[in-house]
């Protein structure tokens, strides 16, 4: 009886292994990855669809497909059969590939189940790391904070953080007091950057689950609706509460929802782009693979992008789900639901007696009634009264501008600019064009001569340098002064043109 017992658990969990298995072979990525053209499929996706990527219109993917499979015929690989479009059409129903309708115009953007499945390929390809000491400090890292979590006790992590603190202090004292920075080995460092490489990996796919999940959950919520027998006030009610929190409702919306914060520190995110940098700019980064260099440069942008399409497409989404319920009638929906039943009925039973290639005439517009049309419109006498005299305000009229006061709030006056450079020129009384502006009557300073005076400069030739900024006064119509930087221009050199 033991050893029965025994067997039929060993059965039990062979059986519990084989029904996950087969789950997890039906997932789009590993179906994706055993697919017989998965070797040619995953490499048209990974280039067309790079770290994530940006949609692409439909006829341009299709035709990017094409000219793709032709230059792997040229080479000698065998592909598929068919063109761009099928095989696209074909990835879309195998969920590799998503259209989406977009703004007027059509899109392919790669699914999260696809960016998965490259991502395992990049790793694959890749040198595997052994057991290290950065891995097994990153995985003691998690475990801690794991346990902290699953027991939030205060005093374990009062002592936890005292003990960091304390590490912490002492490094930060022995360096300061001139100790020896530690220098890492080309071991280690490969090591280190193989982990950022994989962290990195991941996170074009988990925008995009996340993308997908409030795009489910939108679906799920319509389709719910639509099923609806309660009072229309509750449904709304209700369902415009749940488009309110579309990202809360989904296990992918939660989690990016709590990272949403930490994605949108910039102090953050300019933290990281610095670390980097610094990676970037390290001798040894000169191994990574060019793929491998782009990725780390592209990070950020990586980020920003998933963050703004998250975000977009729950905004697009709860629009459009506000619009459906909000205009949605239950009533038109019931009747045209009653009568649609009702031609179903009828069919069945018109065909029971109905012979092949029967036909029954009916009329898709019904004819005209012969009603005498009313007249829609009487004559109204307040229409033809003609309009209120209008008020006469000439009396609160602003005072009108004079021909000076006008001219003030114009251009710049380059004839008497122009005069003024060339009475300069010939006696040198001035070296630079900021000492020529300064020294001009009130109304030749006004902020806008300042473009006139460069103006005139630039077309006669003058060498203008502008890595030394002149400071000018110049004078508003009003009055008042403003000082500005300009750059330096020598008068003294020679000048080589006129201004026509």
């Given at each position: 009886m033991h050893a029965t017992g025994a067997?039929?658990?060993?059965?039990?969990?062979?059986?519990?292994?084989?029904?996950?298995?087969?789950?997890?072979?039906?997932?789009?990525?590993?179906?994706?990855?055993t697919h017989k053209w998965a070797a040619i499929a995953v490499p048209i996706l990974a280039v067309s669809f790079p770290d994530g990527g940006t949609p692409i219109p439909v006829e341009r993917f299709h035709a990017m497909v094409d000219a793709r499979l032709d230059e792997l015929r040229v080479a000698g690989y065998d592909v598929p059969a068919g063109d761009g479009k099928a095989l696209a059409m074909f990835w879309v129903r195998e969920k590799w590939l998503f259209r989406d309708p977009g703004d007027g115009e059509e899109t392919y953007q790669a699914a999260g189940d696809a960016n998965q499945a490259v991502t395992y390929v990049a790793r694959a390809s890749r040198t595997q790391l052994n057991v290290s000491l950065s891995r097994i400090v990153t995985l003691m890292d998690v475990v801690s904070q794991a346990a902290l979590a699953a027991n939030p006790n205060r005093e374990e992590r009062v002592l936890r953080l005292s003990e960091e603190i304390a590490r912490l202090t002492a490094e930060r004292d022995r360096l300061a007091e001139g100790g020896e920075m530690p220098e890492a080995t080309e071991a280690e460092l490969s090591e280190q950057f193989s982990n950022v490489l994989r962290e990195l990996d991941g996170l074009p796919s988990d925008f995009r689950r996340v993308e997908e999940a409030v795009r489910a959950m939108h679906r799920v919520i319509t389709r719910n609706f639509r099923e609806e027998s309660r009072p229309i006030g509750e449904v709304v009610d209700d369902y415009l509460d749940r488009s309110r929190n579309l990202l809360a409702s989904t296990p992918e919306g939660r989690a990016f929802a709590g990272a949403l914060d930490l994605l949108r520190n910039p102090d953050w995110v300019s933290r990281l782009r610095q670390d980097l940098n610094t990676i970037l700019g390290h001798p040894w980064a000169g191994t990574l693979l060019p793929d491998e260099q782009r990725q780390m440069k592209t990070t950020v942008d990586v980020i920003r992008r998933g963050i703004s399409d998250v975000l977009s497409q729950r905004q697009r989404l709860s629009s459009t789900l506000n619009d459906h319920i909000e205009n949605y009638d239950h009533v038109k929906n019931r009747e045209l639901e009653s009568v649609l039943r009702s031609i179903n009925s009828e069919m069945r039973l018109w065909m029971r007696s109905a012979r092949p290639r029967a036909h029954v005439e009916v009329e898709l517009v019904p004819p005209a009634l012969g009603i005498e049309g009313l007249k829609l419109k009487t004559f109204d006498p307040e229409s033809e009264r003609p309009p209120e005299p209008l008020e006469d305000v000439t009396d609160e009229a602003p005072e009108a501008l004079s021909l000076d006061d006008i001219r003030k709030q114009g251009g710049p006056s380059l004839a008497d600019l122009r005069s003024e450079i060339a009475d300069r020129l010939t006696t040198g009384a001035v070296e630079s064009a900021a000492a020529l502006f300064n020294t001009l009557p009130e109304d030749l300073r006004r902020p806008v001569e300042i473009l006139g005076l460069h103006y005139l400069l630039t077309g006669m030739d003058a060498n203008v340098d502008t890595s030394v900024r002149e400071l000018v006064s110049a004078v508003r119509p009003d009055g008042t002064t403003r000082q500005f930087l300009m750059p330096h221009v020598n008068l003294s050199d020679s000048v080589h043109g006129d201004d026509e």
């Open positions: 067997g039929r658990g060993v059965v039990a969990d062979i059986e519990g292994e084989v029904a996950r298995t087969q789950t997890a072979l039906n997932t789009p990525t590993l179906k994706l990855l």
